[in-house]
């Protein structure tokens, strides 16, 4: 395989996203009609709303944002240039998104439990330890975080972005009690560690438990497919090739820990030689691949993903 698809996690949602592709492109405006259709939410309301105050990221439309532009944009190159990925990989929301780009999960059952997410209500109110939270973390790379961590109650591993700057540094996310964070930050370097202000959600942590438990039937409902292209974890270095392999993915990525260099290691592993990475995202997440990556949002972005293609002499996986 030599061409991936990569998605970025949630919270890339800003509004307009998507809105380019979806004024240019029928097959972009006929994805919009049919998410209208399983969401009652129209490309409009998609496309503007923003969240209200006091709302939780999920209890929002944004992750419905998301997964929209990113389905529009794949439909773009799929059906007005031929061009569809030999592999798949997301980061935490994006490894949904991905999953069901791949065929292992149909669309309208993604829509779904987005909107059954959105009903969620939020899991730090009655927590009687306090307020939940999640903080940016940079530290030298050689530092053993995770060994700090094992002696730290109430602050869990969230992410792990990489190698950032010159690849001296490593920037992770800790989620957990926000009075843990706090407390966890004062065994950094001073400044290493900064509790984000706006949002009140341990990701990727066991103090998302109630949401696991709270989309678990929803999930049972679900079928879940073999997937038609590999699907690399975020959790852990491994391809993912069944229906329940998917399930799994689905039902541990509230509660588990989620990964960057897990997922370009997974795609460098497999001869990935170029990555798409689709829809709104951080993009500078994966600049550190050993293959070149391009964003693909904008109309202009769909070009320049063509010419790396055909500059690459890239293979496209046939149907």
């Not at 039902?251 to 997974?266: A, E, F, I, K």
Request: hydrophobic content about 40%; glycine content about 10%.
């Amino acid at each position: 395989m030599t061409l991936a698809y990569v998605l970025d996690g949630g919270m890339n949602d800003q509004p307009g996203a998507g809105s380019e592709l979806y004024e240019l492109f029928p097959v972009v405006r006929r994805c919009y009609e049919e998410i209208e259709e399983w969401t009652g939410l129209d490309a409009q309301r998609i496309f503007t709303e923003e969240r209200e105050a006091g709302q939780e990221h999920r209890q929002g439309i944004g992750a419905i944002r998301q997964a929209a532009a990113v389905f529009g944009i794949a439909d773009v190159l799929a059906e007005e240039y031929g061009i569809t990925p030999g592999a798949v990989c997301g980061l935490s929301f994006g490894a949904l998104v991905g999953a069901s780009l791949a065929g292992a999960v149909e669309r309208r059952d993604l829509f779904t439990l987005l909107m059954r997410m959105r009903e969620m209500p939020a899991t730090a109110a009655s927590d009687p330890r306090g307020a939940h939270g999640v903080a940016a973390v940079r530290i030298p790379y050689d530092l053993d975080l995770e060994e700090r961590l094992e002696r730290q109650d109430g602050v869990y591993l969230s992410a792990d972005l990489g190698r950032v700057g010159a690849g001296t540094e490593r920037m992770v996310l800790l989620a957990g009690y926000r009075s843990a964070l706090a407390d966890f930050g004062t065994l950094l370097p001073p400044g290493a560690l900064q509790v984000s202000q706006e949002h009140g959600i341990a990701f990727h942590s066991p103090l998302q438990r109630g949401v696991r438990d709270h989309l678990e039937p929803t999930l049972q409902e679900m079928a879940f497919q073999d997937p038609r292209v590999p699907v690399h974890s975020c959790m852990e270095v491994k391809t993912l090739t069944t229906g329940e392999e998917i399930r799994d993915l689905y039902r541990r990525n509230p509660t588990d820990p989620v990964s960057v260099p897990h997922m370009l290691r997974g795609l460098e592993g497999a001869g990935t030689e170029l990555g798409l990475v689709l829809g709104p995202c951080s993009f500078g997440t994966f600049l550190g691949s050993s293959f070149p990556v391009v964003h693909v949002e904008s109309p202009d972005h769909v070009f320049e993903a063509m010419t790396a293609i055909y500059e690459l002499g890239i293979e496209l996986a046939s149907n």
